[in-house]
């Protein structure tokens, strides 16, 4: 009899993106997504752009006041997002 290596394709799909290099844009891009999500629908409706950059995301808001209450809550928001993730992807945000 023969042994068989068996795996995961969770684990397969994982491996091979991580060997292309495409791991981090991929976790990147589900950040991204989840603004709407963690920061709220309320959020979401005056959010105009989110990118990231050099481990930061920038948000550019149309609510001057949002902005400032976003700023004091810029850490939590942080961590909220990455453990949405499930890494750190970034380690600050910007508002704008």
Do not use: H
Request: hydrophobic share 40%; glycine share 4%.
């Amino acid at each position: 009899m023969f042994r068989r290596d068996v795996q995961q394709v969770k684990d397969l799909i994982l491996r091979s993106l991580r060997e292309q290099g495409l791991e981090m844009p991929l976790q990147q891009k589900r950040l991204v997504e989840a603004w709407p999500i963690v920061a709220g629908p309320v959020v979401a409706r005056y959010t105009l752009n989110t990118y990231i950059y050099n481990q930061t995301l920038y948000v550019r808001l149309s609510n001057p006041a949002l902005r400032s209450d976003l700023s004091m809550r810029r850490k939590e928001l942080t961590e909220q997002l990455n453990k949405y993730v499930g890494n750190q992807v970034i380690t600050d945000i910007r508002f704008g």
